[in-house]
């Protein structure tokens, strides 16, 4: 499996940047998804990498929608740290997921 994963980043990342032209939002989930199905071990991985990748693809949109995401990405990060730290998780991946989520959760809701 260990030879198969660059190719498969390669191919994540040339397809990823044709679905940037279309909206940032499920380009990134779908190239975050990729990574994490390539790079981890479960539907977990895949579901976390998703999250990840959309909520930054939100984050990275122009006028309100994107300060919208932004502010919802920096009160997710808050939240997912603090409960991973409560939980005795990694706090890092619990805001790097919180910011997703949020930043979702702002796009949306804008």
Known sequence: MKKYIPGLLILTFAFS?????????????????AIGAVTGKSVKSTVGGAVIGGG??????SGDTGKAARKGGAIGAAVG????????QSVLKGAAVGAGGGALVGEATH
């Open 81 to 88: 740290g603090v409960a991973a730290a409560a939980t005795g």
């Open 56 to 61: 930054t693809g939100a984050m990275f949109k």
């Open 17 to 33: 940047g044709n679905v940037f032209a279309i909206d940032k939002t499920s380009g990134g989930a779908l190239a975050g998804a």
